[in-house]
């Protein structure tokens, strides 16, 4: 399979390890399992003295009845039976595009966004028409733009919701929109929603698997659940063909998780409300800071995100992004990714789910970096 090198994930191999500031990382501060438990309020030395007398079997091949049930309680409307479990939510969008998409397929994409949602089904050999967003719509999809993009051969449509790396976020309204776009011509929707419920607001986050027979929610344990170390994401749609085709796929490419993930990400579901007001709370908390920080820095300005863990933040500097963000990294160590790893040159994107310190520490030694160019 000829594919483009993933320019995200290369910047963050080749250089997240040797952060001393690392604002680059797109989870929410990561827990350990001692902090699982703490959060959970659950008996940890129970917990894994009935585990380690499991025999390591491939375990529940579909996913537990606990796991499934508690993705489903992130929906409205999902079923337990309705949930595909993957390896991570790169995984799961891995799995739709080949369980979906065919040379010469139709197929709708954004831009800035996760680069697998264009890329990916480029490489299968689909015709991949980009809809780019911008800055002076809040990096919301333009409906009229997105009309003349969608034919009647169209596929899928990609959205991912809330946005990498801009933070936006689309409301009810625009999603069911796209939704009528997208059913004129029977195309299903893919929404990359690994951001969501991490709002700013106290408000529902909306699933455009929830809204649209033919929508598909990808999402994982490791942003908005602070355990990328698991490696747990999933599918959700109610479109019965789609989850017929995942579910074949699924036996060539992956079988099962892994019986531990599978089991620390139930106690984390089965206590979602503590993590979330944990993880809302440092990234309500952080943006502030980040927020502070841009207004008193004239040469960086943002749209100030709505959710999720990212912002694309611009400079108005004479210096390629790479350059910006290598020579930041060398002389400051702190860390944050190149605008052009998301074809967005003269800007770099932030994290601001770290810890608190981390992120105030990594935005002073971008002052101190930016007074010197």
Same mark, same amino acid.
């Given at each position: ?230 490696? =747990? ?25 892994? =019986? ?114």
């Amino acid at each position: 399979m000829d594919i483009r090198p993933f320019a995200v994930e290369e910047w963050m191999n080749a250089y997240e390890t040797g952060a001393r500031y690392n604002i680059a990382e797109t989870c929410v501060d990561s827990v350990s399992v001692d902090e699982l438990f703490s959060l959970a309020g659950e008996d940890k030395d129970a917990f894994l003295l009935a585990f380690c007398a499991r025999r390591l079997t491939y375990g529940d091949i579909e996913g537990s009845n606990a796991l499934r049930s508690g993705i489903a309680s992130l929906y409205r409307t999902a079923r337990p039976q309705e949930i595909i479990t993957t390896h991570g939510a790169a995984g799961a969008n891995h799995h739709v595009f080949c369980s979906l998409v065919s040379v010469g397929d139709h197929v709708v994409s954004i831009m800035p966004t996760y680069q697998q949602l264009y890329s990916i089904p480029q490489s299968i050999g689909a015709k991949v028409d980009i809809m780019h967003l911008r800055q002076e719509n809040g990096y919301l999809p333009d409906l009229s733009e997105l009309e003349r993009l969608v034919t009647d051969d169209t596929r899928l449509i990609c959205i991912n919701n809330p946005n990498n790396p801009t933070g936006a976020l689309m409301s009810k309204e625009l999603l069911s929109s796209i939704i009528a776009i997208a059913s004129n011509v029977g195309a299903y929707v893919l929404s990359d929603e690994v951001y969501r419920h991490l709002t700013q607001e106290d408000v529902w986050c909306e699933s455009v698997a929830d809204l649209y027979e033919k929508g598909i929610s990808v999402g994982s344990m490791s942003k908005v659940f602070s355990l990328a170390g698991i490696r =747990m994401g999933w599918i959700f749609t109610h479109d019965e063909d789609a989850l017929k085709a995942f579910t074949s796929h699924r036996d060539y490419d992956l079988i099962s998780c892994g =019986m531990f993930d599978d089991a620390i990400a139930s106690i984390a579901l089965r206590h979602k409300e503590a993590i979330l007001e944990r993880n809302r709370g440092i990234v309500r908390r952080n943006l502030a800071i980040l927020d502070q920080w841009i207004g008193n820095n004239a040469h960086f300005r943002y749209t100030k995100p709505q959710a999720g863990t990212t912002a694309l933040v611009y400079y108005d500097y004479d210096i390629p992004s790479y350059e910006f963000c290598r020579r930041l990294y060398d002389e400051t160590g702190s860390f944050v990714t190149p605008g052009d790893c998301f074809e967005e040159p003269g800007s770099f994107r932030i994290g601001y789910g770290s810890d608190t310190e981390t992120l105030r520490e990594g935005l002073a030694a971008i002052t101190r970096f930016s007074e010197g160019l």
